[in-house]
């Protein structure tokens, strides 16, 4: 399995900007893998909100994000990140990073049971 390490959440207020870090273990970027953002709110299921595919660097976004965060990756570093802009309230969650071996892609998914590799959370506070 792959390890991997979230950093970067912290609290901030509603229209502020946050980036979050996953570093996984190494080389784990030089195989194909599915990479994902996941949050949970207070009370929430577990949402999958962004996957980057190690590849080819497709990518996909959930509504609830979508033209707000990126999800991005930087293969030498071994590291996803996830820059959060325009945050409101209801972005507060854990955020976690998972990961699946995707030997070609043919869509991520956000499905929780997909994915083998879990980071332990970090979590994310929005005041309005």
């Known amino acids: 399995q792959v390890q991997l390490v979230e950093s970067g959440g912290g609290s901030v207020q509603g229209g502020g900007s946050l980036r979050l870090s996953c570093a996984a273990s190494?080389?784990?970027?030089?195989?194909?893998?599915?990479m994902a953002w996941f949050r949970q709110g207070p009370g929430q299921e577990r949402e999958g909100i962004a996957t980057?595919?190690?590849?080819?660097?497709?990518?996909y976004y959930a509504d609830s994000v979508k033209g707000r965060f990126t999800i991005s990756q930087d293969k030498p570093k071994d590291t996803m990140y996830l820059q959060m802009s325009n945050l409101n309230p209801e972005d507060t969650a854990i955020y976690y990073c998972?990961?699946?071996?995707?030997?070609?892609?043919?869509?991520?998914?956000?499905?929780?049971?997909?994915?083998?590799?879990w980071g332990q959370g970090t979590q994310v506070t929005v005041s309005s």
């Open positions: 980057i595919y190690t590849g080819g660097g497709a990518t």
């Open positions: 998972a990961a699946k071996r995707a030997m070609y892609y043919s869509g991520c998914g956000v499905g929780v049971g997909d994915y083998q590799s």
């Open positions: 190494t080389d784990t970027f030089r195989r194909s893998y599915c």
